[in-house]
């Protein structure tokens, strides 16, 4: 049984939770080791290191973290009360925040050649590289479950 399907059937309180706990506090872990991360390797390679990654990624950080919030204090509450239904309005809103953050992940691709590190790259740069794959993959993993399971199944409820 693929995730999808498990979450297809499960109780939406069993998704939220999941989601809550498999992406959002892992998107917060993630976080914490990427930025100081890439703080010092724009620091130490300011030659040669991407001219925008810095802002972009910085960027993403701040908008996941309030679109995060969002879903915590307002929409997720909502759902497992049972008001899936009366969220057609935020549930807008947040596929709207993910198609910027889908956005700002192709930015970030772009910029790092799909996050190919230099040939000469530090183990610091090779590690960044390493930790932005992980969190934009689960990045999308996240926001395919909502967009597809999480959020249809609320508003029709």
């Known amino acids: 049984m693929t995730e999808a399907s498990v979450w297809q ?3 939406l309180n069993a998704t939220v939770d999941h989601v ?3 992406y959002h506090d892992t998107h917060r872990r993630q976080l914490e080791g990427i930025l100081p991360l890439l703080d010092k390797v724009r620091q130490v390679h300011q030659d040669t290191f991407p001219a925008d990654l ?3 990624v910085m960027h993403l ?3 996941l973290d309030s679109h995060m919030q969002k879903e915590e204090r307002m929409l997720f509450p909502m759902i497992k009360q049972g008001m899936g239904r009366n969220a057609a309005m935020p549930v807008r809103v947040m596929m709207m925040e993910h198609d910027d953050h889908s956005s700002l992940t192709e930015q970030i691709l772009q910029l790092t050649d ?3 590190p230099p040939a000469d790259a530090c183990g610091s740069w090779q590690n960044l590289y390493a930790q932005l794959r992980e969190l934009l993959t ?3 993993d996240h926001i395919e479950l909502e967009n597809t399971i999480l959020f249809p199944r609320a508003l029709n409820e």
Do not use: C, G, K
Request: charged letters at 15%; proline letters at 6%.
């Open 9 to 11: 059937t499960a109780p």
């Open 54 to 56: 810095y802002a972009v």
């Open 138 to 140: 689960d990045l999308h």
């Open 20 to 22: 809550l706990s498999r």
């Open 61 to 63: 950080a701040q908008e």
């Open 114 to 116: 799909q996050l190919t």
